[in-house]
T-cell receptor, first 113, second 115 residues
Framework: QKEVEQDPGPLSVPEGAIVSLNCTYSNSAFQYFMWYRQYSRKGPELLMYTYSSGNKEDGRFTAQVDKSSKYISLFIRDSQPSDSATYLCAMSGEGSGNTPLVFGKGTRLSVIA | DTGVSQNPRHKITKRGQNVTFRCDPISEHNRLYWYRQTLGQGPEFLTYFQNEAQLEKSRLLSDRFSAERPKGSFSTLEIQRTEQGDSAMYLC?????????????FGPGTRLTVL
């Protein structure tokens, strides 16, 4: 079992839909949780950063962390064609936060106009 | 542009040749990471520097791979005697610890193709 599991999709939704992206993990030491967006042949771009459990909202994006279930989610409201990309969850452990990131495989999202 | 930069963006080489990639981090960031990403996979950690010190290396980093960060500024990643399995996107990220956060910002990557 990999440390971080993420359904690779592809996921196709109509414009305006609410998108739910998820990852599960096995390492209880993870405390820092991130979502990155990656367009084709580009580097990952940080979208959301969450420490420990709880919710965080930024515009159309909401990140949720449930450490008891080892489950994290990213919700995208009012999805736009420009949101079409691969979404990578990433996490790291230890209080110092200086450990390397462990990534999921990424979920490929297409938002159809 | 004050983001992470990487050069070259693309590199095509023949098997057995040596290649070197460069990463210029965000100027105030003291931490620099190298990752490798293959098609359909998330990035995988290779190695990490804090200033000029190489603090951690993944078991993915075979003896043919070497990384340096002289003077704690830019970093280079060299692959000797390239193999077809080395074909991948090589990503560099930099970060600077602020409180409990250590957010990593990625460059555009160097895409390596080994023929």
């Amino acid at each position: 079992q990999k440390e971080v599991e993420q359904d690779p999709g592809p996921l196709s939704v109509p414009e305006g839909a609410i998108v739910s992206l998820n990852c599960t993990y096995s390492n209880s030491a993870f405390q820092y949780f991130m979502w990155y967006r990656q367009y084709s042949r580009k580097g990952p771009e940080l979208l959301m950063y969450t420490y420990s459990s709880g919710n965080k909202e930024d515009g159309r994006f909401t990140a949720q962390v449930d450490k008891s279930s080892k489950y994290i989610s990213l919700f995208i409201r009012d999805s736009q064609p420009s949101d079409s990309a691969t979404y990578l969850c990433a996490m790291s452990g230890e209080g110092s936060g200086n450990t390397p990131l462990v990534f999921g495989k990424g979920t490929r999202l297409s938002v159809i106009a | 542009d004050t983001g992470v930069s990487q050069n070259p963006r693309h590199k095509i080489t023949k098997r057995g040749q040596n290649v070197t990639f460069r990463c210029d981090p965000i100027s105030e960031h003291n931490r620099l990471y190298w990752y490798r990403q293959t098609l359909g996979q998330g990035p995988e950690f290779l190695t990490y520097f804090q200033n000029e010190a190489q603090l951690e290396k993944s078991r993915l980093l075979s003896d043919r791979f070497s990384a340096e960060r002289p003077k704690g500024s830019f970093s280079t990643l060299e692959i000797q005697r390239t193999e077809q399995g080395d074909s991948a996107m090589y990503l560099c990220a930099s970060s600077s610890r602020q409180g409990n956060t250590d957010t990593q910002y990625f460059g555009p990557g160097t895409r390596l193709t080994v023929l």
